[in-house]
């Protein structure tokens, strides 16, 4: 029986993915790591840490792409045994600024992405007979924002997806979950002015920005076998804010 489990994190080299892929490494998971680009300091990342892994280059959007993706994976190890969907893109603006392209282009890799890899596994994960598929979508998906017609519309769609999917594959033990992150300390967050952050803690609850290990404590949690009853779920974690 293999004893080294393998995951594909998309969107892995900063942020939410990258932790996520740092907390199934401690957990003895070998690593397939997708991301647009890498740079010297996200590969180190994962240079310096004593796991096994393969960095993977290239836009989720492309099903080409993707199925090059799961056969790297399963030339190299065997059998994907988790996936988290965790790429994603923003081109923010009011809808009557919005450009077509603009649109087109969230929807392209933060929805179409997610079920290039969601349809590529789900083949995979099938004929293994068990699995582990985790989206990663937004407090957005759940509540709208102003400006993010886009990313609201992708990332709702995502939490659909999850629900459909883990329908069609809960008969061959293949659990399908998402995660709504709120308000996270990233790069993307780490921009915000001051005024805007001081706006978003009064709507949440704790009263705090969430760290990436917020995200990565559940989804290493979804990946294991104590989540063997949980499909179809969307979890927010988010300090309340959706309460």
Do not use: H
Not at 71 to 82: C, L, P, R
Not at 137 to 158: D, M
Not at 161 to 177: C, D, Y
């Amino acid at each position: 029986m293999k004893e080294m489990k393998t995951a594909i994190i998309t969107g892995a080299a900063k942020g939410i993915g990258r932790s996520i892929a740092l907390k199934l490494a401690d957990a003895g998971f070998a690593l397939v790591l997708n991301d647009m680009k890498w740079d010297a300091e996200s590969e180190s990342v994962f240079s310096d840490r004593n796991c096994d892994y393969v960095l993977s280059s290239g836009d989720v959007s492309s099903s080409e792409y993707v199925k090059s993706l799961m056969d790297t994976a399963m030339e190299k190890y065997g059998s994907i045994d988790v996936v988290v969907n965790n790429a994603g893109i923003t081109r923010d603006g009011l809808i009557i600024k919005m450009s077509e392209e603009d649109f087109d282009k969230v929807i392209e890799v933060n929805l179409k992405g997610v079920f290039n890899v969601m349809k590529a596994s789900a083949r995979i994960m099938m004929k293994q007979r068990i699995g582990r598929i985790i989206n990663i979508s937004s407090i957005v998906g759940l509540r709208g924002n102003a400006g993010q017609i886009n990313y609201a519309a992708a990332k709702g769609g995502v939490i659909a997806m999850t629900k459909s999917l883990a329908k069609e594959l809960a008969s061959r033990s293949v659990l399908v979950n998402a995660i709504a992150p709120g308000f996270i300390k990233t790069d993307m967050t780490d921009v915000l002015p001051e005024n805007v952050v001081e706006s978003l803690l009064t709507q949440i609850p704790l009263g705090k920005l969430g760290e990436v290990e917020d995200v990565a404590n559940l989804a290493l949690f979804l990946a294991s076998e104590e989540s063997g009853y949980i499909t179809g779920q969307i979890i927010s974690v988010d300090g309340g804010m959706n309460i």
